[in-house]
């Protein structure tokens, strides 16, 4: 008798359980409970409205979470397609870099080929000037190269006087507003100087530039001279 009373209890008591959390699953979901049958279950129960309000939260969150899992198969099913699209840009990719490397593997070969060519032709070029046997050509370019390195370092010394020149009359001029008086003439007459010195420096220029550009195609057309056998 007693075993079976106890098993009784045990059993009503896993009912009043059962009904307790169905019941805070009701009102997880929103459904509308009576009253008076939530009071009957808390005192059936042995429970609290506190705990039964932490029960209705605690299936609200697991309602939450269970919304979250049951998203994951599309999400599985848009993964695998991301992987499968992904993989056919791959292939594409491979695709593309294959005939681009089989395009470009003779073009490749010939281009140092060409380079090959060019650099003999170079050593052949270098050969020829220095074999060549006659002495008034050589004589000749010697003149005009060492008056085109004369010229040039014409052009860099008055490039040079030129702005050494702009930037003392930047500073003459500066110097004046400062001092005025008496010296501010001084310095503006320093600031005029200094200026045209740079205006004759620069107007000397396109003249030697014209000059270099004849000599250096002279130069140009002696070498060929001296390369022909």
């Given at each position: 008798?007693?075993?079976?009373?106890l098993s009784e209890l045990?059993?009503?008591?896993?009912?009043?359980?059962?009904?307790?959390?169905?019941?805070?699953?009701?009102?997880?979901?929103?459904?509308?409970?009576?009253?008076?049958?939530?009071?009957?279950?808390?005192?059936d129960s042995g429970r609290?409205?506190?705990?039964?309000?932490?029960?209705?939260?605690?299936?609200?969150?697991?309602?939450?979470?269970?919304?979250?899992?049951?998203?994951?198969?599309?999400?599985?099913?848009?993964?695998?397609?991301?992987?499968?699209?992904?993989?056919?840009?791959?292939?594409?990719?491979?695709?593309?870099?294959?005939?681009?490397?089989?395009?470009?593997?003779?073009?490749?070969?010939?281009?140092?080929?060409?380079?090959?060519?060019?650099?003999?032709?170079?050593?052949?070029?270098?050969?020829?000037?220095?074999?060549?046997?006659?002495?008034?050509?050589?004589?000749?370019?010697?003149?005009?190269?060492?008056?085109?390195?004369?010229?040039?370092?014409?052009?860099?010394?008055?490039?040079?006087?030129?702005?050494?020149?702009?930037?003392?009359?930047?500073?003459?001029?500066?110097?004046?507003?400062?001092?005025?008086?008496?010296?501010?003439?001084?310095?503006?007459?320093?600031?005029?100087?200094?200026?045209?010195?740079?205006?004759?420096?620069?107007?000397?220029?396109?003249?030697?530039?014209?000059?270099?550009?004849?000599?250096?195609?002279?130069?140009?057309?002696?070498?060929?001279?001296?390369?022909?056998?």
């Amino acid at each position: 008798m007693l075993t079976e009373l106890l098993s009784e209890l045990e059993t009503r008591k896993k009912g009043r359980e059962a009904d307790f959390w169905a019941t805070a699953r009701k009102l997880a979901a929103g459904e509308k409970v009576a009253p008076a049958a939530v009071e009957r279950l808390l005192a059936d129960s042995g429970r609290t409205p506190a705990d039964l309000k932490a029960a209705v939260e605690l299936m609200q969150q697991r309602r939450q979470w269970s919304d979250v899992v049951a998203g994951t198969a599309a999400l599985e099913q848009e993964r695998t397609a991301m992987h499968e699209r992904i993989a056919a840009e791959d292939r594409k990719l491979a695709q593309a870099e294959q005939a681009h490397a089989d395009a470009t593997l003779p073009l490749q070969a010939r281009l140092q080929a060409i380079q090959a060519a060019l650099r003999e032709a170079g050593d052949a070029r270098r050969r020829l000037m220095d074999t060549c046997p006659y002495a008034d050509l050589k004589a000749e370019l010697g003149d005009v190269v060492r008056r085109i390195a004369e010229l040039r370092t014409r052009v860099f010394e008055l490039h040079r006087t030129a702005r050494e020149c702009e930037t003392k009359a930047k500073s003459d001029l500066t110097q004046a507003q400062c001092d005025g008086g008496r010296f501010e003439a001084i310095w503006r007459e320093r600031a005029e100087r200094n200026h045209r010195a740079a205006e004759q420096a620069k107007a000397e220029l396109p003249g030697l530039e014209r000059e270099i550009a004849k000599l250096e195609h002279d130069e140009a057309a002696l070498r060929e001279q001296m390369v022909n056998p």
